[in-house]
């Protein structure tokens, strides 16, 4: 089995995401969460970010999986909203 450190799965599954899913996820499933397997590939959509991971965890229990923000630059946002 390929082992991956964090970093390695993190820039994996962004060059994944930039590769190949943005322009098939981005136009129906923006705003959703998406964790990224490097390893096979797959891919798991969720509505919240804890769905997607998830998702990953019950494939793929013994392996790294990353999660992004579909049309997103940061996966979760903080801070203060300012009226």
């Known amino acids: 089995m390929i082992r991956m450190n964090e970093n390695s799965v993190?820039?994996?599954?962004?060059q994944l995401y930039e590769s190949?899913?943005?322009?098939?996820?981005?136009?129906?499933h923006n705003d959703e969460?998406?964790?990224i397997e490097p390893v096979s590939g797959e891919y798991?959509?969720?509505?919240?970010?804890?769905?997607?991971?998830?998702?990953a965890r019950s494939?793929?229990?013994?392996?790294?999986?990353?999660a992004l923000r579909v049309g997103?630059?940061?996966t979760v946002h903080f801070g203060q909203h300012l009226q």
Do not use: Q, Y
């Not at 190949?20 to 129906?28: A, H, Q």
């Not at 798991?44 to 997607?52: C, N, Q, V, W, Y």
């Not at 494939?59 to 990353?66: N, S, T, V």
């Open 59 to 66: 494939k793929f229990p013994d392996r790294l999986a990353h």
């Open 72 to 74: 997103h630059k940061a």
């Open 10 to 14: 993190a820039s994996a599954a962004r």
């Open 20 to 28: 190949r899913l943005r322009n098939l996820l981005e136009p129906t």
């Open 44 to 55: 798991f959509l969720g509505r919240t970010l804890s769905e997607a991971i998830g998702a």
């Open 33 to 35: 969460f998406v964790a």
